[in-house]
């Protein structure tokens, strides 16, 4: 069954008909074939005489058309990326001498006319060796196959025997080049490449929170994403019902990376921000200095909120009197106020027990119906509910609450502020989020994102927020305790993905721990996993910005390279922004993208030293083309981002572009880390001490 090691760097076209590789190429253009059948029988269906009316044929039609766009093929991009010869059928007695079978694996499943499988989806269990079979284990594997592509063509194929005692372990020549291959266009996926303990992160089941602590270049936002790929196909009913998400830290970064899922056959995930999430009707205008950002993002201010929500309840004085008909029924004040205490004991939510509490005082009338020989029924019971003396009671007791309006008292009216923080925050923390000038309604006031996140959580002690089936956080280090609650509440009944990097972390508020990021998101059982291979950044550019970490996160262990090639690193004087350009035509002749990251104020002069020079640009997140392949980049930007190749101007610009030292190193170690294949670092100024 297995056939002889291959050099990947054999030209096919020099390879007689009938040789391996030749062989493949046909089994390619048959799977190509074979799926362009599965959709032709797709666009072929005929629903007008399937749907009982307009709306299910409008749903139907909906499904076809995302079915439609999940079987297109993408002619760049690799219908199979590896084959598994297996020594015996999976699943059967291996006792019983069975007869091994050959899967190929690739992005999607497709099958022939019969229904035979002429692909395998990645994600199915007998793809699994693919990533973690190895020597000491070959998991029943006599042969492991790579291919390698061009344009979408196979050009190459490398063999691993892994049941061959015979055959030495060897590290994948094909895989290196995958992982080195030019970037050019959106974030591509790493199906292809991913490793075992990557593989056990995407695999991971349903019920679990795992957070994923990977520095620069290990992979971490592709395997969050392959996971959400693996959970669609593992669980797609399930989350079909309830939901998934991905939550990045900006525009251009979602931007960046939405290609990715489609190109694995899902197209159902939403994509947002934090912001987007919290976005409750009001308009942020406004921003917060970074004092008053700390103390509004620290968990210590949902108790203030609890506190201000729940105030507005008041315990009952008078009886209410309920007249129906000649009859008049009376709950005295002792038994009103029983009832709400017991709902303020529950701790349910403030909307749910108001909701609640008519229910009551009518069910308490009803005992007394009861007890005097009537029958009343449900409808009795609502109808008491609904009388106008329980209303007025309701309204008295526990009058509604407008978030909105509740945020805007606490940040304006001292007094009520300090009545709901005392002993939680201290006079001057207080004073710092009280807003100087007063304001006169929700919407004419400058509210800030910080803001948009108290709002959601006062919305959420009110009426409970919608929980998803799976939600992927990444760039989460950057996340206060507070929108980290956020988040949470998105999930309540899900589960979570987390990535991030504590080094990167680059806001006044960055997580300290993952442990305290898990509590604040609700999951403290969440599995902590840390990637350390680094499969993106050369061995010499990682080298040179880890002279960082000990004054950014102490203790964090260093990205180690697994590139066999070390990159092109240089770091050299650019007395003016001319120099700078001249460092980007000369990346620039290299094939795949360019990133100039520079300090956000640094910007405007760089690009019109671009235009001058008529070199054409991009904006973080716009997708490179054959004619422009050079992005300017804020480094405010650049984090999740990555190049080809990477100018980075004037390194301590960035370290001072931000509001202290140890952030601006932060945002400096991102910037560093963005380049896959080369770094030209230009300065005039000194460079930072703790690079040198």
């Known amino acids: ?68 766009k999940a079987l297109a093929d993408l002619s760049d991009t690799p219908l199979f990326f590896g084959r598994l ?24 499943h497709v099958h022939d006319h019969d229904g035979d499988p002429m692909v395998i989806d990645w994600r199915a269990p007998v793809s699994q060796p693919f990533y973690r079979a190895s020597k000491k284990d070959p998991m029943d594997i006599a042969l492991r196959r790579r291919f390698g592509y061009t344009r979408g063509d196979i050009t190459a194929y490398e063999d691993e025997h892994l049941s061959d005692p015979a055959e030495a372990a060897r590290t994948s020549k094909l895989l290196q080049q995958e992982i080195e291959r030019p970037r050019v266009g959106p974030m591509r996926d790493i199906v292809a490449t991913i490793q075992p303990e990557q593989d056990e992160i995407v695999r991971s089941g349903l019920g679990g929170t795992v957070c994923v602590q990977g520095g620069p270049g290990t992979g971490k936002t592709a395997v969050g994403l392959h996971r959400v790929a693996y959970l ?12 998934t998400l991905v939550i990045g830290p900006n525009r251009s970064f979602l931007h960046y990376i939405e290609q990715v899922l489609p190109a694995l056959g899902e197209l159902t995930v939403q994509q947002a921000t934090v912001d987007d999430l919290v976005a409750t009707g009001v308009d942020v205008r406004g921003t917060d200095d970074a004092p008053a950002a700390v103390i509004k993002g620290d968990a210590r201010m949902a108790e203030v909120l609890r506190r201000a929500v729940y105030a507005h309840v008041t315990l009952p004085t008078e009886p209410v009197v309920v007249v129906r008909g000649s009859r008049r029924w009376r709950v005295p004040a002792y038994e009103l106020e029983s009832i709400v205490r017991e709902l303020l004991d529950r701790g349910i939510r403030y909307g749910a027990a108001r909701e609640a509490l008519p229910q009551r005082i009518a ?34 007791v526990w009058p509604p609450v407008d978030p909105a309006k509740l945020v805007l008292r606490l940040l304006t009216d001292a007094d009520f502020l300090a009545e709901h923080a005392a002993g939680i925050l201290d006079e001057d923390e207080q004073k710092t989020i009280v807003w100087a000038k007063p304001v006169r309604s929700v919407k004419s006031a400058k509210w800030s994102a910080a803001d948009a996140v108290l709002i959601d959580e006062t919305t959420d002690l009110v009426q409970r927020t919608h929980s998803l089936g799976h939600v992927v956080l990444d760039e989460a280090q950057d996340l206060s305790p507070m929108q980290y609650r956020a988040v949470g509440r998105r999930c309540t009944t899900g589960s979570a993905t987390v990535l991030g990097d504590l080094a990167q972390g680059t806001t006044p508020w960055a997580t300290r721990s993952w442990d305290e990021a898990l509590a604040h998101l609700g999951k403290t059982d969440g599995v902590i996993e840390e990637l350390t291979a680094g499969f993106r950044v050369p061995t010499d550019v990682i080298t040179y910005a880890s002279r960082l ?24 004087t650019a007395e003016d922004t001319a120099e700078v350009v ?71 610009a960035v370290v001072d572009g931000e509001p202290d030292e140890r952030t601006g190193l932060r945002r400096l170690y991102v910037s560093l880390t963005r380049a896959v294949s080369g770094l030209i670092v230009t300065h005039g100024a000194p460079l930072p001490p703790q690079l040198t």
């Open 1 to 68: 069954m297995s056939t002889p090691a291959h050099d990947p760097l054999t030209d096919p076209h020099t390879a007689p008909a009938d040789d391996p590789l030749s062989r493949e190429r046909s089994h390619l253009a048959s799977s190509r074939s074979a799926l362009r059948a599965m959709r032709e029988d797709v666009e072929s269906l005929d629903i007008s005489n399937v749907t009982a009316n307009w709306v299910n044929a409008e749903v139907l039609a909906r499904q076809i058309d995302e079915r439609i």
């Open 85 to 108: 010869d297996y020594l015996h059928a999976p699943g059967a007695d291996r006792a019983e001498g069975a007869d091994g079978e050959r899967f190929y694996i690739g992005r999607r």
């Open 232 to 243: 669609l196909y593992a669980h797609r009913e399930r989350l079909a019902r309830t939901g």
């Open 363 to 396: 069910h308490a009338v009803l005992v007394q119906m009861e007890r005097s020989g009537e029958a009343p029924d449900d409808r009795v019971q609502d109808s008491v509910a609904r009388n106008a003396a329980v209303k007025a009671v309701v309204k008295q």
């Open 549 to 572: 970490l000990p004054h950014i996160a102490p203790g964090l262990a260093p990205v180690a390279s697994v590139r066999e090639n070390p990159g092109f690193f240089e770091v050299r």
């Open 582 to 652: 001249a460092a980007c035509e000369e990346l620039l002749r290299n094939e795949g993208s360019t990133g100039l990251i520079a300090a956000d104020a640094r910007v405007p002069a760089l690009a019109e030293a671009l235009t001058a020079a008529g070199i054409g640009y991009l904006a973080p997140g716009e997708e490179t083309t054959a004619e422009t392949r050079l992005t300017l980049v804020p480094a405010s930007l650049a984090k999740g981002l990555e190049y080809d190749y990477v100018v980075l101007d004037e390194p301590q």
